[in-house]
């Protein structure tokens, strides 16, 4: 937390428990349709792109 910061660190955390939760959600939905997935996927996937940027500090 003192070397990457606050916001890379909150950043970070909501990233990893949103695709825990999303791959949680997935390994028990059998049977679910991929096309009701493509948003949950799009969402973690510009979430993780979002911690990634303020990992980096390059708005």
Do not use: E
């Not at 890379?8 to 428990?17: E, K, R």
């Not at 679910?32 to 303020?54: D, F, I, K």
């Amino acid at each position: 937390y003192q070397n990457v910061g606050a916001a890379t660190t909150i950043a970070v955390l909501v990233a990893s428990q949103l695709i825990g939760g999303l791959v949680m959600d997935i390994l028990k939905s059998n049977g679910v349709p991929l096309r009701a997935l493509v948003g949950p996927v799009c969402g973690a996937v510009m979430l993780v792109v979002g911690a990634w940027l303020v990992a980096r500090r390059q708005f």
